[in-house]
C-alpha cells in the first residue's frame, strides 16, 4: 500500500512538472516574440523645445535650432474669396526634420524688404502656424494689410512683401517656432474665440484637437465682417459635419446682400459675451481667444464678469499688456505704491531723459513710447528680439520667460520691467 501511494504521489509530480515546465516553454517563446517585435519599433523619447515637450521617434527626431534657418516655399493658396490671406507653406532647405510645436504658436521671419530709395530695409515679424504640426512643412496664413482709407497710415510693409514678392521658389529665414499662447493636451472642452486674421491660431489649434483628441468638446465662434472675409470657410464646415463634438459658429458682423443666416452663417452681429452665455452649457472650459485688440478685452472681461477663473482664460500675445483685467486693479495700485516707495528711475541714455517709472505702463516699452521716445519693435511678445536694449546698468524683471533669449546684457523691453534703476541704451 505504501508503495502503491508513493507512486501515484510520484506520478502526479512528474505530470505537474510537465505542464509547469511547458507553460514556461510557452511563455518564454511569447516573451521572445514581444522582444523582437519590440526591438524593431523606432525609439520614443521627449526632446525638450525651449519650454516644450516634444514626442518625437526614431529618425524623425529633431530639436529647434537655434537663429535663423533658410526655408523655401513649396506652396502658395489664398483662402479666402476676396484673396486677402494667403497660405504660405514652408520646407527647410537643408531637408532635415522638423521640429514639432505646440498649436497655436508663431515663426518669427527675418527679412529684407525693398525701399523707395531702392535698398532694402531689414525688419523682423512673427505669424501664427495655421495648421497642426506635420513632419515635412510649415504653414503660415497671412492677410493683406492695406492703407486705411482717409488715414496717413501706410499699408503693411510685411504682409505686402509676402503677398506680392514672396512666391513658389523663394527663400525666408526663419526662427524656430515659440509662443506661450497655445492650447493645453487635456480632455478639458475648449471654446475657441477669434476675429478677423485671428482665425489662424485657432486653426492648428482645432485641426491638432480633431486629429489627436477627435472626442473632446470643441466650439468655434468665429467673427468676420462679410461672407467673402471668411478665412478656409468650407474646411470649416467640413469638419463640422464630420464631427458630431464640434460645434462652428460663425458671425458675421456686417453682411453682404447676399449673405443669409443659414448658408453662411449662424448668427448676425459680433461675437460677444452674451453669445457665450446664451449657447455654452455650463461647463468648466478653456477659453482661447485672438483677435482685434477691441474684441480681446470686451471677451476678456466679459468672461471676468461671468465668473471664469483667470486660468482658464487664454489671449494671444499680439498686446495682452493693452488688456486691461479686472484682477489687476489691485496690484497695479500696488506697484505704484511700491514704485513710489523705491523711487525707481529710467535713464534713457541716448534719448537724454531721466523717468520716474509708473507701473501703469506694463512695460518698459510702453513706458519708453509714451515718454516720446521710438524704439524699434515687432512682435511685441518677447518673440522676436527687435526691441532687444543694452543695460548699461541696473537690473529688470520678467513676468514670464521671453521666447527669445537676450544677449547678456541686454533685454527685451517689451516684456520687462525696472527691478531697480535703471540706464538703457537708447
Same mark, same amino acid.
Given at each position: 500500500m505504501v508503495i502503491l501511494t508513493m507512486t501515484s504521489l510520484s506520478l502526479l509530480f512528474w505530470i505537474a512538472s510537465g505542464i509547469v515546465l511547458q507553460l514556461a516553454i510557452y511563455l518564454g517563446f511569447v516573451f521572445w516574440r514581444k522582444w523582437m517585435d519590440y526591438q524593431t519599433l523606432p525609439i520614443c523619447r521627449v526632446v525638450k523645445v525651449g519650454q516644450t515637450e516634444l514626442s518625437s521617434a526614431g529618425d524623425n527626431i529633431a530639436t529647434a535650432w537655434s537663429g535663423f534657418r533658410t526655408f523655401k516655399v513649396s506652396r502658395k493658396a489664398f483662402e479666402d474669396d476676396i484673396q486677402s490671406v494667403c497660405s504660405f507653406y514652408l520646407i527647410p532647405e537643408d531637408g532635415q526634420p522638423l521640429p514639432s510645436f505646440l498649436p497655436g504658436q508663431f515663426l518669427t521671419f527675418r527679412l529684407d524688404v525693398p525701399t523707395k530709395t531702392g535698398g532694402t530695409e531689414q525688419i523682423i515679424r512673427y505669424y501664427s502656424l495655421s495648421d497642426a504640426p506635420h513632419l515635412d512643412c510649415y504653414r503660415v496664413s497671412i492677410k493683406r494689410v492695406k492703407q486705411p482709407v482717409g488715414i496717413d497710415v501706410p499699408p503693411g510693409c510685411s504682409s505686402n512683401y509676402f503677398h506680392d514678392q514672396i512666391a513658389v521658389g523663394s527663400l525666408l529665414q526663419v526662427r524656430a517656432p515659440s509662443g506661450h499662447?497655445? /492650447?493645453?493636451?487635456?480632455?478639458?472642452?475648449?471654446?475657441? @474665440? !477669434?476675429?478677423? @486674421?485671428?482665425i489662424t491660431p485657432m486653426l492648428s489649434m482645432l485641426n491638432w484637437c480633431l486629429i489627436n483628441q477627435p472626442q473632446r468638446e470643441i466650439w468655434l465662434f468665429y467673427g468676420a465682417r462679410n461672407s467673402q472675409e471668411l478665412v478656409m470657410k468650407s474646411h470649416l464646415e467640413t469638419l463640422a459635419s464630420a464631427h458630431t463634438n464640434f460645434h462652428l459658429w460663425v458671425c458675421i458682423s456686417n453682411p453682404l446682400p447676399e449673405d443669409t443666416v443659414r448658408r453662411d452663417c449662424r448668427h448676425q452681429g459680433r461675437v460677444d459675451i452674451n453669445l457665450l452665455r446664451t449657447q455654452l452649457p455650463l461647463k468648466p472650459y478653456q477659453f482661447y481667444i485672438c483677435g482685434p485688440a477691441t474684441m480681446m478685452e470686451t471677451i476678456v472681461l466679459g468672461l471676468d464678469d461671468w465668473g471664469v477663473p483667470d486660468a482658464h482664460i487664454h489671449f494671444e500675445?499680439?498686446?495682452?499688456?493693452?488688456i486691461k483685467r479686472h484682477n489687476t486693479t489691485v496690484s497695479v495700485a500696488a506697484a505704484r505704491a511700491e514704485a513710489a516707495d523705491t523711487g525707481i528711475i529710467v535713464n534713457f541714455a541716448l534719448s537724454e531723459k531721466q523717468l520716474p517709472w509708473q507701473p501703469s505702463a506694463n512695460n518698459l516699452l510702453e513706458f519708453?513710447?509714451?515718454?516720446? /521716445?521710438?524704439?524699434?519693435?515687432?512682435?511685441?511678445?518677447?518673440? !522676436?528680439?527687435?526691441?532687444?536694449?543694452? @543695460?548699461?546698468?541696473?537690473?529688470?524683471a520678467y513676468r514670464q520667460p521671453p521666447d527669445f533669449d537676450p544677449e547678456p546684457s541686454t533685454c527685451l523691453l517689451c516684456v520687462c520691467t525696472p527691478k531697480t534703476n535703471l540706464t538703457l541704451e537708447v
Open positions: 499662447f497655445y /492650447i493645453d493636451k487635456s480632455d478639458a472642452p475648449v471654446v475657441l @474665440i !477669434c476675429g478677423g @486674421i485671428g500675445a499680439f498686446g495682452p499688456a493693452t519708453a513710447e509714451a515718454n516720446g /521716445i521710438s524704439v524699434n519693435s515687432g512682435c511685441r511678445a518677447g518673440g !522676436c528680439g527687435t526691441c532687444q536694449t543694452t @543695460i548699461r546698468s541696473g537690473e529688470v
